[in-house]
């Protein structure tokens, strides 16, 4: 079961709330239930993800916006999983805004940073997430990790012909973003239809956004295919730890 909410402080050490919109059907997957629920080396996505963002010892909290009715079984999922952050759970909404206003609503105000972390990224390394809190520490308004664009790029004009990106100056944006906790919240507050991610509604404001260094295993499980390549890349970590220990 999650913690109460209003039991949470930020103490100096644990600046930082995650949240961790969960809530999706993962139709897509193809797992017959929600994504966050899907295995991945016999554990769920959503495992993985939290196990992936306390790693870094600021977070303080971790707040789970869920499918209606498994919140309270979310939340002690992931708390077994989150060392000593407490876990706390929503019900999420009908979109990913909604989700994320939701889980908004519930942190208490003495966190100076939020995160927002997809559950199906759920390989994120703990430099990332490390280094998206390092720079809205150090100032940012928003932070998202960016990884370089390896296939060619053509945008599609109104004439129906095309051109060819400079994929030099493009990023694939991942999670988790980060934010000073007030900035977010008036972004969400303010809304933003249009907006594809919370750094977009943060942009909105008129707010830069700053890059930090992706990874490539911080991809989103999508697909069955994705899946696929998620176990793959465990698998061979685990057979490259066996034979360290040789």
Same mark, same amino acid.
């Given at each position: 079961m999650g913690v109460r909410v209003d039991s949470v402080s930020a103490v100096q050490t644990r600046r930082v709330v995650v949240i961790v919109?969960?809530?999706?059907?993962?139709?897509?997957?193809?797992?017959?239930?929600?994504?966050?629920?899907?295995?991945?080396?016999?554990?769920?996505?959503?495992?993985?993800?939290?196990r992936s963002l306390v790693a870094d010892p600021r977070i303080g909290l971790v707040v789970l916006a869920t499918p209606d009715?498994?919140?309270?079984?979310?939340?002690?999922?992931? &708390?077994?999983?989150? +060392?000593? #952050?407490?876990?706390?759970?929503? =019900? !999420?909404?009908?979109?990913?805004?909604e989700s994320v206003s939701r889980a908004l609503a519930v942190v208490p105000d003495d966190f100076d940073v939020v995160l927002v972390h997809d559950a199906a990224?759920?390989?994120?390394?703990?430099?990332?997430?490390?280094?998206?809190?390092?720079?809205?520490?150090a100032g940012a308004q928003a932070v998202v990790p960016g990884a370089p664009v390896v296939d060619t790029i053509r945008e599609v004009e109104d004439s129906g012909g095309s051109h060819t990106l400079d994929r030099a100056a493009l990023r694939a944006v991942q999670t988790p973003q980060g934010f000073p906790l007030?900035?977010?919240?008036? &972004?969400?507050?303010? +809304?933003? #239809?249009?907006?594809?991610?919370? =750094? !977009?509604?943060?942009?909105?404001?008129?707010?830069?956004?700053?890059?930090?260094?992706?990874?490539a295993r911080a991809f989103k499980?999508?697909?069955?295919?994705?899946?696929?390549?998620?176990?793959?890349?465990?698998?061979?970590?685990?057979?490259?730890?066996?034979?360290?220990?040789?």
């Amino acid at each position: 079961m999650g913690v109460r909410v209003d039991s949470v402080s930020a103490v100096q050490t644990r600046r930082v709330v995650v949240i961790v919109p969960a809530a999706g059907s993962g139709e897509r997957l193809g797992a017959g239930m929600p994504k966050a629920l899907a295995l991945l080396a016999g554990e769920p996505l959503l495992v993985h993800a939290v196990r992936s963002l306390v790693a870094d010892p600021r977070i303080g909290l971790v707040v789970l916006a869920t499918p209606d009715g498994l919140e309270e079984s979310m939340a002690e999922l992931a &708390a077994a999983h989150a +060392g000593a #952050a407490p876990v706390v759970a929503i =019900a !999420g909404g009908a979109t990913r805004a909604e989700s994320v206003s939701r889980a908004l609503a519930v942190v208490p105000d003495d966190f100076d940073v939020v995160l927002v972390h997809d559950a199906a990224r759920c390989l994120v390394p703990a430099q990332v997430v490390g280094a998206v809190i390092d720079a809205v520490l150090a100032g940012a308004q928003a932070v998202v990790p960016g990884a370089p664009v390896v296939d060619t790029i053509r945008e599609v004009e109104d004439s129906g012909g095309s051109h060819t990106l400079d994929r030099a100056a493009l990023r694939a944006v991942q999670t988790p973003q980060g934010f000073p906790l007030a900035v977010l919240r008036r &972004a969400h507050a303010r +809304g933003d #239809a249009a907006a594809t991610d919370d =750094a !977009g509604m943060v942009e909105a404001l008129g707010l830069p956004v700053v890059l930090v260094p992706g990874h490539a295993r911080a991809f989103k499980v999508t697909t069955a295919q994705d899946l696929v390549l998620a176990e793959a890349i465990l698998a061979g970590e685990a057979e490259l730890a066996g034979e360290a220990e040789l």
